[in-house]
T-cell receptor, first 112, second 108 residues
Framework: DSGVTQTPKHLITATGQRVTLRCSPRSGDLSVYWYQQSLDQGLQFLIQYYNGEERAKGNILERFSAQQFPDLHSELNLSSLELGDSALYFC???????????FGPGTRLLVL | GESVGLHLPTLSVQEGDNSIINCAYSNSASDYFIWYKQESGKGPQFIIDIRSNMDKRQGQRVTVLLNKTVKHLSLQIAATQPGDSAVYFCAESQNFVFGPGTRLSVLP
């Protein structure tokens, strides 16, 4: 158990819909990262927040957005969903950056 | 652009043998590398890390070697066990770049 929690574990939705994925970092960790992992793909970095502020951006689509709240939990919002958005979405946290990232169990999103 | 890649997508080893998983990176400014293990249906799990001022670092049954000259790192697993079966990722932490992963299968 990494100490990072993600909800929900599974999510099934339809194209065009919007979903919100939630992440709670390890106690004391200020950085939160979001990654997308498609079938047989490596981890694709989406975005990082540090203590509430956006720190780095990766290959995140404009239809996706994220934020980190004062209590340091983070949410990833995915809108106008397409079939290709079906993937595992991981959240990770670290004390700072660059540091070892501890990953949550992931949210499996299926867009039908 | 930056990339971190793996030489072999799959690796099969006999139980008890040593495993070596390789990784190449392209950003010569990278100064911190991490190896992760991902079991089926789970998130990546930290195994070992190494900073660029080191050539070698050892953990429990694992060793990471870093060759900055050729921008290559490797993960060695001693006495591979069935529980080591997983996908292994190398990561360049500075820019959150992960390699595609190598699937390690341990044969009985």
């Amino acid at each position: 158990d990494s100490g990072v929690t993600q909800t929900p574990k599974h999510l099934i939705t339809a194209t065009g819909q919007r979903v919100t994925l939630r992440c709670s970092p390890r106690s004391g960790d200020l950085s939160v990262y979001w990654y997308q992992q498609s079938l047989d793909q490596g981890l694709q970095f989406l975005i990082q927040y540090y203590n509430g502020e956006e720190r780095a951006k990766g290959n995140i689509l404009e239809r996706f957005s994220a934020q980190q709240f004062p209590d340091l939990h983070s949410e990833l919002n995915l809108s106008s969903l397409e079939l290709g958005d079906s993937a595992l979405y991981f959240c990770a946290s670290s004390v700072g950056a660059p540091e070892t990232q501890y990953f949550g169990p992931g949210t499996r999103l299926l867009v039908l | 652009g930056e990339s971190v890649g793996l030489h072999l997508p799959t690796l099969s080893v006999q139980e008890g043998d040593n495993s070596i998983i390789n990784c190449a990176y392209s950003n010569s400014a990278s100064d911190y590398f991490i190896w992760y293990k991902q079991e089926s249906g789970k998130g990546p799990q930290f195994i070992i890390d190494i900073r660029s001022n080191m050539d070698k670092r050892q953990g429990q049954r694992v060793t990471v070697l870093l060759n900055k000259t050729v921008k290559h790192l490797s993960l060695q697993i001693a006495a591979t066990q069935p529980g080591d079966s997983a996908v292994y990722f190398c990561a360049e932490s500075q820019n959150f770049v992960f390699g595609p992963g190598t699937r390690l299968s341990v044969l009985p």
